[in-house]
């Protein structure tokens, strides 16, 4: 999806996939990645997602990129943080939001994560996906999920990764590919990550709802290490 579908969907409040509690699969399975209390954890396309507050208070300092600014300034107010906001040295459409949150640091990039280089980000320990690889799509020529992937592993050297995916109960009969999210098949995921991570599917669980259109399936966690 362009800047322009997204930048549309916060105006219009099309921001279905805000969370209002940490997701269970989240508080379920980040421990599989091992990181290290104090360990830097990236969450790319990262929204205004509750999850970034829970991680913090877990004992992980936050990176995040998300390309709608208003929806950053809104994650530190909400929570009553203090941001300090920093222009970056050579990278006009990228500014930095940061603030401490109970001992640890929460670092949103605002604006787009093509335009992130490693050094803007760091040492990362750890990576939690969701609702970013699903956001994309993946057709050619942009191919824009297949460049994300290997933009992350640019970014972070293929730190391991917890990523939430879905399924729905017969993919057969779902036509609709136009619109978020977009089904990740266990051969596109080895597509794009079979090459550097082992990739293990750590929990498949039945829901009524697992994307917009309503559909009944199963959300997925797979766990993805080097
Ligand atoms: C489906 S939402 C998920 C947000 C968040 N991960 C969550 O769980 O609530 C996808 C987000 O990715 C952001 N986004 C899309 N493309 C982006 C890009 N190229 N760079 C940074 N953020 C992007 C959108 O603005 C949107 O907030």
Redesign the pocket.
């Known amino acids: 999806?362009t800047?322009d579908f997204?930048?549309n969907?916060?105006q219009t409040q099309q921001t279905g996939?805000?969370?209002s509690k940490p997701?269970a699969m989240l508080r379920q399975h980040f421990d599989k990645l091992n990181v290290p209390k104090q360990g830097r954890v990236f969450?790319?396309?990262?929204?205004?997602?509750v999850?970034m507050l829970w991680l913090l208070s877990q004992g992980y300092h936050v990176v995040g990129?998300?390309?709608?600014e208003q929806?950053v300034k809104e994650l530190f107010n909400e929570h009553g943080l203090s941001a300090t906001v920093t222009a970056h040295p050579t990278q006009p459409n990228l500014k930095q939001y940061r603030a401490d949150y109970q001992g640890q640091t929460l670092t949103i990039w605002a604006?787009?994560?093509?335009d992130v280089q490693p050094d803007d980000i760091g040492q990362i320990d750890g990576i939690y996906d969701?609702?970013?690889l699903?956001?994309?799509p993946d057709d050619a020529p942009e191919r824009m999920r297949w460049q994300y992937t290997q933009h992350l592993g640019t970014l972070t050297g293929y730190a391991p990764q917890l990523l939430l995916a879905f399924s729905y109960d017969d993919d057969s009969g779902i036509t609709d590919k136009a619109l978020?999210?977009f089904l990740v098949t266990r051969e596109a995921l080895d597509d794009y990550y079979a090459a550097h991570y082992d990739i293990q599917l750590v929990a498949k669980e039945k829901a009524e709802y697992v994307s917009t259109r309503a559909d009944s399936g199963y959300r997925l966690a797979y766990v993805l290490t080097a």
């Open positions: 999806m800047p997204w930048q969907a916060w996939f805000n969370q997701n969450v790319p396309l990262c929204g205004k997602s999850d990129v998300e390309l709608h929806a604006g787009n994560l093509f969701r609702a970013a699903v956001a994309l978020p999210p």
